[in-house]
């Protein structure tokens, strides 16, 4: 197959997409990839790129072509709406003046879910299938995610929803709990199918840590979240929690990674006075993840109380699960469901700080054997529900289906 994938996210970013796109070419396939300049999460443009540097790339064996954006900047909604509308004009052009012989498209649909129109206008032009794979549910996370509380959004964004889901031959989702709500805009329940996400080769259970990683651990109890912090991830209960044990000394928070609300966190550990037990250690390569994991004794998994978030699986769960670690969850629906159900943590609802912090306690009093039982568990959660092998096949399946109709 010769497969261009459609994405706002794509190397030197950080996203399962890349491992994707690498999993299909080891497997013979052709890929091709249309993508932005990227930005994300430091919503600048990454050193050596702009708007007209490096438009064509060369990775893994895989083509990639950025089309030129306005860059997101601080992240305020009239610079997200700047950004999404350059990448669908932007893509719309390359749309039609592209000359490649594509056997399928295939969307991967993080915000903004406008992507798909740059996608839809090659379907339209090629006469090619598109297979849409859903991990931000819209327009209700951009309601929830952003803060928007107004009614009148989700009505103004619907019918271009709906729109690009009519015009997709088979969606995917990463989440079950997102079926009834594609249902509910008049998809057919049998063009939407389940495809989960996985965690790269590289997450699995470290036995030999690398030294170098206990220069920024410190020692004791140590609670690490990775990955965005931004609105959803609900930072204000994360502080509250860690405020309510502040008195235990051997206990530790860590936070890797960067975003939206870095700066929000970084003055509320000096307000709350959280200095010798809150530590934001700023981003790290994904491949130095694998160690932070292993070094760490919970993993932290958040999500603020909103409809959406309930129904989603964060996409670092497998992650976490994939490193054989014990997880503790503060939030609600499909995310906690998994932990619970993989016998790998403890778990507690959004918002709910106060059991957080309870749970934090509890698992600190644990010993090694009782933990080890929450380790075993989740990898091999991961291992029955996540394998990387069983899901590329299972996606090859599906895109080699719709050539073939």
């Not at 052009?93 to 000359?99: E, R």
């Not at 849409?132 to 803060?147: H, K, M, R, Y």
């Not at 507690?348 to 309870?358: P, T, W």
């Amino acid at each position: 197959m010769h497969i261009l994938i459609v994405t706002p996210h794509f190397w030197p970013e950080n996203f399962r997409i890349n491992d994707l796109a690498k999993g299909l070419n080891e497997r013979g396939h052709k890929i091709a990839v249309l993508t932005v300049t990227p930005d994300y999460p430091s919503r600048k443009f990454y050193k050596s790129y702009g708007w007209f540097k490096k438009s064509r790339e060369l990775w893994e064996n895989i083509n990639i072509y950025r089309i030129p954006v306005i860059p997101r900047g601080k992240g305020k909604n009239w610079q997200l709406f700047l950004n999404y509308l350059t990448y669908v004009i932007s893509g719309c052009i390359y749309a039609l003046v592209i000359k490649k012989n594509f056997d399928i498209i295939f969307v991967h649909e993080t915000s903004p879910i406008t992507i798909g129109i740059p996608a839809i206008v090659i379907k339209k032009i090629s006469k090619i299938p598109i297979v849409f794979w859903v991990l931000d549910l819209w327009p209700e996370s951009v309601t929830a995610a952003g803060n928007l509380k107004s009614s009148l959004i989700p009505k103004l964004l619907m019918p271009m929803v709906r729109w690009i889901y009519k015009n997709s031959d088979k969606i995917l989702v990463s989440s079950r709990g997102f079926i009834s709500s594609i249902k509910e805009k008049g998809i057919p329940e049998e063009k939407i199918d389940y495809f989960p996400q996985w965690a790269e080769s590289i997450f699995k259970p470290i036995e030999h840590i690398p030294n170098d990683i206990d220069v920024v651990f410190p020692n004791g109890f140590k609670v690490l979240f990775a990955g965005n912090i931004g609105e959803a991830q609900d930072f204000e209960s994360i502080l509250s929690a860690a405020e309510l044990l502040q008195e235990y000394k051997n206990i530790h928070w860590i936070i890797l990674g960067d975003g939206r609300r870095y700066d929000f966190v970084k003055e509320q550990i000096k307000v709350r006075h959280l200095e010798d037990n809150f530590h934001l250690l700023g981003k790290f390569p994904l491949e130095s993840m694998p160690a932070f994991y292993s070094k760490a004794d919970a993993l932290l998994l958040t999500l603020k109380k909103e409809y959406i978030f309930s129904i989603t699986v964060p996409a670092k769960l497998q992650s976490y699960l994939a490193c054989g670690r014990p997880i503790l969850t503060m939030l609600d629906g499909e995310g906690s469901t998994i932990v619970n159900n993989a016998k790998a943590g403890l778990i507690c609802e959004a918002g709910d700080y106060h059991s957080l912090a309870k749970n934090v306690l509890y698992m600190y009093g644990l010993n090694k054997e009782e933990i080890n039982k929450y380790c075993n568990n989740a990898r091999q959660y991961y291992l029955d529900n996540f394998d990387r092998n069983k899901l590329l096949t299972q996606i090859e399946k599906t895109l080699l289906s719709y050539i073939s109709n």
